[in-house]
C-alpha cells in the first residue's frame, strides 16, 4: 500500500536561511506524483509544489525545491532564504494513479516549520 | 479567479445531530474530492466525484456519511447522527484533472471545522 513518511514533527530554521523537510515515499506504481502543501495556522492546504515520477528534473518553484531521488524513494521539500511567513505545517503527499479514486491524495503526518527572526 | 468555497466554516452541532457541509469547486474543474483532517488520523481520503458520476464510497469512514454533487459542481457531504470522533476539519478539493499542465493537481478550500458535543 501507498505510504507516506514525514520523520521531523518540528523543525526550527533561522530567518534568511535554508531548510529541508524530509518525506519518503512507499508505493509500488511507476506512475505517480508528489506534491507538498503548506496549512499555515488559517488552516487552508496551499499547493506549493509538484514532481512527476517521470520528471527527470528536479521540480523548482520560485524559494521552493524539490529534492527528488527516485532510487531512495524521496522527495524533500528544500526552502531558500526563510521568511517568518513561512512558518506553518508542511505536508507531503504522493497522489495515487488516476484511476484510483481519480488520484486521490495520500499525506503524510506532516511537518511544522517554525522560522526564528 | 476565485478559489474552492466551502461553507459553514465553523460548525457546532450536538451529538446525534445530522450536518450539511457545502463545497463549491473552482469553475470548470470537473473533479471533486472531500478529505478530513483529524488529530489522531491525520489528513485521510473520504470521496471523489469525477463530474457526475456515481462515487466510490468505499473511503468514507462509515454508513453514517454520504455525499452527492449536483450538475457538476457543488458538492454536499452529509453525516447523520453525529458521534464525538466526527469532530475534524472537512477539506474540499477540486482539479482540473485532464488540464495539462496542470494534471491532477487538487486545489482546497478553507475547510469546514465541525465539533460535535
Not at chain 1, 506534491?35 to 517521470?54: A, D, H, V
Not at chain 1, 504522493?94 to 511544522?112: A, C, S
Not at chain 2, 468555497?5 to 460548525?11: A, F, I, M, R
Not at chain 2, 463530474?51 to 468514507?60: C, R, T, V, W
Request: charged fraction near 20%; charge should be neutral; aromatic fraction near 12%.
Amino acid at each position: 500500500a501507498q505510504k507516506i513518511t514525514q520523520t521531523q514533527p518540528g523543525m526550527f530554521v533561522q530567518e534568511k536561511e535554508a531548510v529541508t523537510l524530509d518525506c519518503t515515499y512507499d508505493t509500488s506504481d511507476q506512475s505517480y506524483g508528489l506534491f507538498w502543501y503548506k496549512q499555515p495556522s488559517s488552516g487552508e492546504m496551499i499547493f506549493l509544489i509538484y514532481q512527476g515520477s517521470y520528471d527527470e528534473q528536479n521540480a523548482t518553484e520560485g524559494r521552493y525545491s524539490l529534492n527528488f531521488q527516485k532510487a531512495r524513494k524521496s522527495a524533500n521539500l528544500v526552502i531558500s532564504a526563510s521568511q517568518l511567513g513561512d512558518s506553518a505545517m508542511y505536508f507531503c503527499a504522493m497522489r495515487e494513479p488516476y484511476y484510483n479514486q481519480g488520484g486521490k491524495l495520500i499525506f503524510g503526518q506532516g511537518t511544522e516549520l517554525s522560522v526564528k527572526p | 479567479g476565485a478559489g474552492v468555497s466551502q461553507s459553514p466554516s465553523n460548525k457546532v452541532t450536538e451529538k446525534g445531530k445530522d450536518v450539511e457541509l457545502r463545497c463549491d469547486p473552482i469553475s470548470g474543474h470537473t473533479a471533486l474530492y472531500w478529505y478530513r483532517q483529524s488529530l489522531g488520523q491525520g489528513l485521510e481520503f473520504l470521496i471523489y466525484f469525477q463530474g457526475n458520476s456515481a462515487p466510490d464510497k468505499s473511503g468514507l469512514p462509515s454508513d453514517r456519511f454520504s455525499a452527492e454533487r449536483t450538475g457538476g459542481s457543488v458538492s454536499t457531504l452529509t453525516i447523520q447522527r453525529t458521534q464525538q470522533e466526527d469532530s475534524a476539519v472537512y477539506l474540499c478539493a477540486s482539479s482540473p484533472f485532464w488540464d495539462r499542465p496542470k494534471l491532477y493537481e487538487q486545489y482546497f478550500g478553507p475547510g469546514t471545522r465541525l465539533t460535535v458535543t
